[in-house]
Structures are given as structure tokens and as C-alpha cells.
């Protein structure tokens, strides 16, 4: 099974430039969620979409925008790079399952560098 | 504000040892407790906790959450040096929303 899959792996952006990091999934979770991961820090929420066409802000999102046109896709867009959104992003989806939630599943992340 | 705290931040043990991991959290309604390890690359999924003084046990690994004093533990017990790790704290918080907010994490490193 794929699972959470997300590209490129690798990036390097000049100061101005935008990118999107795309990500899929095959599982049909309803839940999406955008991560950054700073060295020698925990994961802070920047974007999560709880259905097609739903999105919200987490914790970070400035600089950040998303989109959910579908279940599977949930692509994160840098429209203006900075040195500061250099960081590991990770996506993860989830399903509702029961009232407690469920675990989230990870992508392989993607290690972006602004320059 | 909604935060989970971990601690200790780093933590340094040597094979054989028993480690104590903490996790304390504040949040509006909260649903569940999650425990991962990373390695590098991607979290992957340890335990999740929704019931105060049920223990989640796997091998050498468990878990229990406290929803009274709003804290989690993650035990190892007989450490190896492949448990060096990163463990994260993540709560399920919110409504509808399914909102999972991690902690710090806290960087075990486990000496032959």
C-alpha cells in the first residue's frame, strides 16, 4: 500500500521563489494535515483539512496556503519563499474512526531549503 | 492557549536502563493521547491513550495516561540501542475538527 505519499523529497528555493509540496493519499481518510519540522523541535501544525473543500488553520500558517479539491490531495503552497520556511514538512491523514480519533499516518517528508 | 509540553528534552542512557518519558497537555476537549517514535524520517505510530490508568503495553514499551492530572507516560524498560529515537507526544483535540497537536519531542540516545 502507498500510504501518505509525498513529493519532492528534496528541495532548494531561492528567497521570492514559490513551490507546492504535493501530497496523496490512498487510504480515503478524511482528515489531512501539513507539518514543519524544525531541527531539535517537535512538529507544529501549519494547515488540516477535515474533508474535500474544507480547510483551517493550525498553529503556523502565515506564508502558507492549501487547498482540498479532492480526498486524496492536499497540496501546501509557499508563495513568497523565506530562509525562516526552511525546515522537514510533513503531510498526515487520518480518519474519524471513533470519538477519540485515530492515529495519524505519515508521509516520507519533504526537507526544503531556502537560500 | 492549546500546548503539550514533553520532558525531559534529551535524554541519555546506556543498554539495559529504564527510561521515563513525560507528557502534561492542555487543551479544549481533549479525545486521545498518541506516542511516536522517529527515527529520522517519519513518526510512526507507538500507542494511542483515551482511558485514565489503562496501561497500553508492547515489548518493552508502555504507556498510561493520567486525564485527571492531564499527563502521559512512556516507559522503556531494558533499553537498546535501536530505541534511540525521538519520541513525540501528539493529542487529538477539538470537535469535529480531529485537530493533533505534538510536543517538542524528547531525544532519547541509548549508549552500547
Known amino acids: 500500500n502507498a500510504g501518505v505519499t509525498q513529493t519532492p523529497k528534496f528541495r532548494i528555493l531561492k528567497i521570492g521563489q514559490s513551490m507546492t509540496l504535493q501530497c496523496t493519499q490512498d487510504m480515503n481518510h478524511n482528515y489531512m494535515y501539513w507539518y514543519r519540522q524544525d531541527p531539535g523541535m517537535g512538529l507544529k501544525l501549519i494547515y488540516y483539512?477535515?474533508?474535500?473543500?474544507?480547510?483551517d488553520k493550525g498553529e503556523v500558517p502565515n506564508g502558507y496556503n492549501v487547498s482540498r479539491s479532492t480526498t486524496e490531495d492536499f497540496p501546501l503552497r509557499l508563495e513568497l519563499a523565506a530562509p525562516s520556511q526552511t525546515s522537514v514538512y510533513f503531510c498526515?491523514?487520518?480518519?474519524?474512526?471513533?470519538?477519540?480519533?485515530?492515529?495519524?499516518?505519515f508521509g516520507q517528508g519533504t526537507r526544503l531549503t531556502v537560500v | 492557549e492549546d500546548k503539550v509540553v514533553q520532558s525531559p528534552l534529551s535524554l541519555v542512557v546506556h543498554e539495559g536502563d529504564t527510561v521515563t518519558l513525560n507528557c502534561s497537555y492542555e487543551v479544549t476537549n481533549f479525545r486521545s493521547l498518541l506516542w511516536y517514535k522517529q527515527e529520522k524520517k517519519a513518526p510512526t505510530f507507538l500507542f494511542m491513550l483515551?482511558?485514565?490508568?489503562i496501561e497500553k503495553k508492547s515489548g518493552r514499551l508502555s504507556s498510561i495516561l493520567d486525564k485527571k492530572e492531564l499527563f502521559s507516560i512512556l516507559n522503556i524498560t531494558a533499553t537498546q540501542t535501536g530505541d534511540s529515537a525521538v519520541y513525540l507526544c501528539a493529542v487529538i483535540y477539538g470537535g469535529a475538527t480531529n485537530k493533533l497537536i505534538f510536543g517538542t519531542g524528547t531525544l532519547l540516545a541509548v549508549q552500547p
Open positions: 498526515a491523514s487520518s480518519y474519524p474512526g471513533t470519538p477519540s480519533g485515530t492515529e495519524a499516518f
Open positions: 483515551t482511558s485514565s490508568g
Open positions: 483539512s477535515v474533508g474535500a473543500g474544507i480547510t
